[in-house]
């Protein structure tokens, strides 16, 4: 990509973590340099690999596009752990790596063998990071579970939803999209004190902990104040109104009101309806008490100006004071309030993302050749470093798709030894 030295070139990493966050930390250091080795076995296939979506809806342990998003950039071996060579031939591999990464319920490492201990005997620059649920000691350590377990445990759920009704969730496990940022940072707080000191060390890392530093707010409000937050749906404590509008086009518009001003221009935009002057709609304060009421207004005003995909562009509807205003589409309408200096924007789907100018404008999606789902696209980290920006290098690795390269170059094994291994099932 370009012919600077990348951070974390010469580094190589042995990932023996899965689902999300594990996967998603190494690939940072895979994206911007580092040589990082991800070792699966068939034996117990990672459960991404069985999850969708799956190109052309076909099932297949390499055509999940949710695995292969959080794995480009890095290479793939296989090590059967049940056969009695497994183990060693992942400590080999370590051997020659410079960072563990792994995400499995505390003791599975030292079950195999693959302990910090045990990995960084003889040698004092090892760095491992080690990312479950809960981390390594404590009550919970071994409770196992994914993202969206961890997202009631840290309490997340207990602010999603509606006043009236029951904790619902982010609809998709929202930390595994959160915590990879913290682990991230930790990981290279590492390496840092590597190339200053010469020393590894390894990192007892809490996705719990971590993704509890995402509600900083709530946590703030009850320590400091005695108050616990509650779900609000789509109201905020500090905007009125804040709000989710559906046009007549099936699209959502979201609008917010922080400020005097905020609200000022709203009601121009609106024409000022009669509503906007009542006394009880004249302060912020006020107004954070008529949710239910400027909800209903909004609602009816947005629908009523928006039309219908198959509407002509001239089907106009009579405004304030009998003015006739030409109907918007979703798009439209948001382009209007902001015009006006109204925060706004329409919900986008995914198909949307694809297309979103500000993510082309910035590079974010990739397309990589996948040797089994052929070009696909693939997400970016969600920043650029000025001097040595990310770099995805290739699509996601199949299964064991990299043995030959780890095990006969990197390891030195010969290749008769090779072939005897793979017929023991050493390789599944």
């Avoid at 056969?83 to 599975?108: F, M, N």
Wanted: glycine fraction near 10%.
């Amino acid at each position: 990509m370009g012919d600077y030295k990348k951070p974390f070139e010469g580094l190589r990493v042995a990932d023996f973590s899965w689902v999300g966050v594990g996967p998603t930390v190494a690939k940072y250091l895979a994206d911007h340099g580092a040589e990082v080795i991800r070792i699966e076995s068939t034996t117990y296939p990672e459960a991404l690999r069985r999850v969708g979506p799956f190109v052309d809806d076909t099932p297949g342990m390499d055509n999940s596009g949710y695995f292969a998003n959080f794995n480009s950039s890095k290479l793939g071996c296989s090590i059967n752990f049940k056969h009695p060579e497994g183990p060693q031939l992942a400590r080999d591999l370590v051997a020659k790596c410079d960072v563990v990464t792994e995400s499995y319920t505390p003791g599975t490492m030292a079950r195999f063998g693959l302990s910090y201990e045990e990995l960084s005997e003889g040698r004092d620059d090892l760095v491992m990071v080690s990312m479950p649920l809960y981390g390594q000691t404590g009550p919970w350590a071994q409770y196992a579970g994914f993202g969206h377990i961890l997202q009631a445990a840290s309490g997340y759920n207990h602010l999603t939803g509606w006043p009236d009704g029951q904790p619902i969730g982010t609809g998709i496990a929202y930390t595994d999209f959160l915590v990879p940022h913290i682990g991230a940072i930790a990981l290279v707080a590492a390496l840092d004190y590597r190339r200053r000191t010469g020393k590894g060390q390894y990192i007892d890392f809490s996705q719990f902990e971590a993704a509890v530093q995402g509600l900083w707010t709530g946590v703030l409000e009850w320590t400091a104040n005695g108050r616990e937050m509650e779900r609000m749906g789509n109201r905020d404590p500090d905007a009125a109104p804040h709000g989710c509008y559906e046009c007549r086009d099936g699209r959502w518009l979201v609008l917010a009101c922080f400020t005097e001003d905020e609200w000022t221009s709203l009601k121009a935009a609106m024409g000022r309806p009669d509503w906007c002057d009542l006394e009880r709609m004249r302060r912020k304060w006020q107004r954070l008490n008529e949710q239910k009421e400027i909800d209903r207004h909004l609602s009816n005003w947005v629908w009523d100006m928006t039309r219908k995909p198959e509407d002509p562009e001239e089907t106009e509807v009579e405004g304030a004071e009998g003015v006739r205003i030409r109907k918007y589409t979703s798009i439209e309408m948001m382009e209007r309030l902001q015009s006006f200096g109204v925060p706004a924007g329409v919900v986008q789907t995914p198909e949307d993302m694809q297309r979103d100018p500000q993510m082309q404008h910035r590079g974010h999606y990739w397309k990589l050749q996948h040797p089994v789902m052929g070009l696909r696209t693939y997400d970016s980290p969600a920043f650029l470093l000025s001097k040595t920006p990310a770099e995805l290098t290739k699509a996601a690795p199949l299964l064991g798709e990299d043995n030959e390269y780890v095990f006969n170059e990197l390891l030195g094994m010969d290749q008769e030894r090779f072939v005897e291994l793979l017929a023991a099932g050493a390789f599944e």
